[in-house]
Structures are given as C-alpha cells and as structure tokens.
C-alpha cells in the first residue's frame, strides 16, 4: 500500500473515521441505551443491588465501575505509550484496545437481569479500559497526519464523523428498542443487548478503514530486543521535559479541572435526568439525538470561532457555557410542567459546546508540543490527566449521591472545577502561538 502524505485528505480521513467507528460506544454504550437499560434492570429494592457481597446504590456502583476502568488506563497508557513510542508500533497498541473494547461490547448482550449483573458491570470496565485505550493512540497521531494550522478543523473533523456515525447506528437501534415488534421480538431485554452487540460488530468492522490507511513506525524506529525497559526511560525523559514546559504544564492543570466537569456529566447525565428529574425514557433518547445532531454544528462552529479568537479564548467560552449549563440542571425542577422542554433546551446547549471543548482540548494540546517523535507517550499525559479527572469526577458524584441520597448536589459541585478550570486559562502566559491560540 502507498503510504499516504502527511496533511493528505485521504490520511486525514482515515484517521477520523475512528472516531466515526468508536464513537458509537460513546453515545449507545457510555450516554444513551445502557444507562437506561442498566436502571431498569436493576431499578428494584430502590435501586440498590448486590454485588460481591456488599449491598450498594445501582448508580453508585456504575459510577465506582467506571473510576475504576478509567484509574486502570490512567496507569496502564503511559507505560504503554512509552514503550509504543520507542518500537514506533503504536498502531499495533492501538488495535489491541479497540478489540478489547469491541469485544467487551459484545459480551453486553449477555446481561440480562440482576443474576448477570457481574457480566454487565465487568464488560463495563473491560469496555471502557478499551475505548479510552485506543483514543491515547488515536489521538497521538493529530501531529503525525496534519500540519498545525489543520490541527482544530482535522480534529474537529474526527468529532464530527462520530456524532454522524453513532447517530446513524443509535436511530437503527432505537427502533428496536421503542417499536420491537416490527422485529418480531417478545423478550423486553433482548432490543437493548442487541444493540449492544451491533456496536462492538460496527466498532470493530469500520475501525478497519482507519487501520489500513494509518501509517506505522512513521519515524523508523528500529528496537533493541529490551523494549519495555527502554519505553520506560522514554516515558521518563518525556516526563523530564513536560516539567519544564510552562505552557503545556498549565493548559493540562486548566484540562483536568474543567474535565471532571464535561466527562462526569456526559457520563452521568442521561441517569440523572432519569432518577432525579423523571424524564421519561423516549424523553432522554429525544434528548440524546437532539446533543449529537446540535454538536455535528457546535464542533464546527468553534473550530472557526478559534481560528478568529484563539484557541484559549474559545476553550474559556465553552468553559463558561458549560458551567452555566450545569447550574441550570441544578434548578430543575422534576414538578415543573415544561421540565421536558427545559431538558430538551439543556440538551441542546450541551450539544453546541459538547463536540467544541472536547475538540479544541486535543489541537490546543498538539500546537503546545514541543518538536518531538514521542507523541505517543506526550499524549499519555493529556489522556492520563482526563482519565484521572473523570476517575475524581465520578467518584465524586457517586459519593455526594450516596450521601445524600440526591443527585442535585452531585450535579453543583461540577460548577466549581469549571470555574477554576477557566480561572487557570486566564493565566496562561503570552508564548509564540499567540496567533494560534
């Protein structure tokens, strides 16, 4: 095959159809069907289950599941990148965790009820660990495919493919969950795992394109049989030279801190819009379709608000959008007679800057880096500080809402990292990517 030219349209989108690919996890898996799903199945007692012994809130324990998955990437991907970054054969890491994920996926179609709860919650985390694993080195290669002044349209691209993707795959899957009799189905159960099973066979059939087009050991890299040990004093080095970056250190204090915020609520909105604000299941899909076509226009939008702006600008807009949006669910109220236009509205705003901050975030991350080959392992960094912040983000929601047994709360405590998310980009120093950022 003719290795295709960096900045190529053709290279360019191959690489962003792993997001149209994956980003069906995302949106039927992490957002909108297993949510549901998951509280029906286990919505008796009060929402409370037990598992391994211990008797815990259904919402919690999803919660915990998911910290879970996202501390074992946070460990696991630098360490992996590092060693990725010394052979050149990150494409190979790359597949390993799409599989893993897509697999796990599929593995879904076999949690039934509360007596498979630990297929369910163990295909979650295995699930997870594979999504977020392959991004790190998805992500990796925004610098390795595009110039810098591609950086936020290509990125913004790559989200873009997946809200159309995953819209196109959730549309088929709703109308056997909300009309399964024209499949001939009886079994309430069975729409949903299908579902489940149609993402991990499209995650994994169209993650092909990416991988037959994407380059390999793009710089040639020619390692020593002591590989592991040789990708760990990589991933030292790169650490070594973060520290001394002002910039990029800051911009990825400011990421964590407003990513808690975004991750946890993408995460964690769809159940509480569910159990604390009562809006019914066709209500929250009507509401999950409506974020992702608003956010196909939001990611594009921004992208060219920044090339106007700048990129850190534009991220303290988006900031300050999101917080907004997070104190608005708070006042919510469930009695309220127009709470299903009101969430309709909150899930519009969340789609405008939804695909924007996630976007921007990356090619803010890509022009920051130094002139290096290890992007791979830099990108560990970013991915690790998310993967942390979401680790943080979840777990506090679970905790506020078991000790409180409301997840209101839960939901006003987000605001406070968007503050101080916004407050760390306000300090950001002059540097030579004025004109970019």
């Known amino acids: 095959m003719k290795i295709l030219e960096k900045g190529s349209l053709k290279l360019i989108n191959a690489w962003a159809f792993y997001d149209w690919a994956n980003s069906v996890y995302s949106l039927v898996i992490a957002t909108a069907v297993f949510p549901i799903y998951y509280e029906s199945v286990t919505n008796e007692n009060g929402g409370m289950v037990d598992f391994l012994g211990t008797s815990i809130l259904n919402s919690s324990l999803l919660s915990y599941s998911l910290s879970f998955s996202f501390l074992i990437v946070a460990i696991l991907s630098p360490i992996l990148s590092g060693i990725a970054d010394y052979t050149g054969n990150k494409k190979r890491f790359m597949q390993f965790f799409c599989y893993l994920g897509s697999l796990s996926v599929m593995c ?70 909300m009309k ?16 489940f099973l149609s993402v991990g066979i499209w995650w994994m059939a169209f993650a092909q394109v990416t991988f037959y087009y994407l380059p390999n050991n793009i710089f040639n890299k020619k390692p020593r049989k002591d590989f592991i040990f040789k990708g760990l004093r990589e991933l030292k080095v790169v650490f070594q030279s973060l520290k001394k970056l002002t910039d990029l250190k800051q911009f990825l204090i400011a990421f964590f801190l407003y990513s808690i915020g975004v991750q946890t609520t993408i995460l964690l909105a769809s159940i509480y819009g569910k159990v604390e604000l009562k809006i019914e299941t066709s209500q929250l899909i009507i509401t999950i379709l409506l974020i992702q076509l608003v956010a196909i226009f939001g990611a594009y939008l921004f992208s060219r608000i920044s090339e106007n702006i700048g990129n850190i600008k534009t991220l303290k807009l988006t900031i300050a959008i999101w917080g907004l949006i997070c104190f608005a669910a708070y006042l919510l109220d469930a009695q309220n007679k127009y709470i299903n236009l009101q969430f309709y509205s909150l899930g519009g705003a969340i789609g ?39 680790v943080l983000g979840t777990f506090i929601f679970g905790f506020v809402g078991s000790i409180t047994n409301s997840m209101r709360n839960s939901i006003l405590i987000l605001v406070v990292f968007f503050l101080l998310g916004y407050i760390v980009l306000s300090f950001m120093k002059k540097t030579d990517f004025d004109d970019e950022l």
Do not use: C
């Open 352 to 390: 405008m800057v939804l695909g924007a901050i996630q976007s921007l975030s990356r090619s803010t991350y890509s022009k920051l880096l130094p002139d290096t080959e290890d992007h791979a392992t830099y990108f560990s960094f970013f991915d690790v500080t998310e993967k942390i912040a979401i």
């Open 180 to 195: 399964p009799e024209w499949y001939g189905i009886t079994d309430p159960t069975l729409p949903a795992r299908i579902s």
């Open 108 to 177: 879904m179609f076999f949690f039934k009820d509360q007596d498979t709860l630990w297929i369910g919650i163990i295909s979650t985390i295995l699930a997870s660990i594979g999504f977020w694993g392959s991004v790190v080195f998805y992500n990796s290669y925004l610098p390795e495919i595009a110039f810098p002044e591609q950086y936020d349209r290509v990125s913004a691209k790559g989200f873009i493919f997946g809200y159309v993707g995953s819209v196109i795959l959730l549309i088929f899957n709703l109308t056997m969950v």
